[in-house]
């Protein structure tokens, strides 16, 4: 219990700290709350992927081979910078227009895509696992464990939906939607950007 315990903690220090993901679940949130949470389906689908990858022992693989581990980090910084740069050209229209671009589809394979090619996601599902799975460890408890995880994603991803679309916050976000466009275009860029520099 207590393995679990730490598990869910340092897993939600994570995800407060703001990244790609929740740039994007920000931006569809200021949209509706439909297509932020398709947006965060495609979230939990890939962080769903990387715990299985972890669990079946390839994620470690890719991370201990240096090439492949920088295609995977090369692809992730090209899609954030992608997106990035997606979101900057639709930056002014208006909410309708956006509406009009904007589906549940491309929203949740935004999220799945975003989620899935952040190597820094593979590293944290990596390191997760090693420090609480080990080759003891019973089917039973890693199934435990990842069953916590992927809730604990869920319950937290859909309260910042439920907060940001509270009517005041939402009618601002909406009204505001160029500047919300611009500020997650532009820092999805910067990331990307860095993400392909950092060696």
Known sequence: MDALLALLTINLLGMLTPGPDMLLVLRYSAQSKQLARRC?????????????LALAGI????TQVPWLFQVVRFGGAGYLCFIGLKILQHRKLTPAQQEAVQHSQQALRSGLSCNLLNPKVLVFAVSIFSQFITADTSATSKLLMSS??????AVVWLLLIEILGAQRIQSRLFNNMPKVNTLSGSMLLGMGTLLGLHS
């Not at 965060?40 to 299985?52: C, D, E, Q, S």
């Not at 916590?148 to 994603?153: H, P």
């Open 59 to 62: 994620s470690l693989l890719v």
């Open 148 to 153: 916590a995880l992927l809730v604990q994603c």
């Open 40 to 52: 965060v389906a495609g979230i939990l689908l890939g962080f769903t992927t990387h715990i299985l």
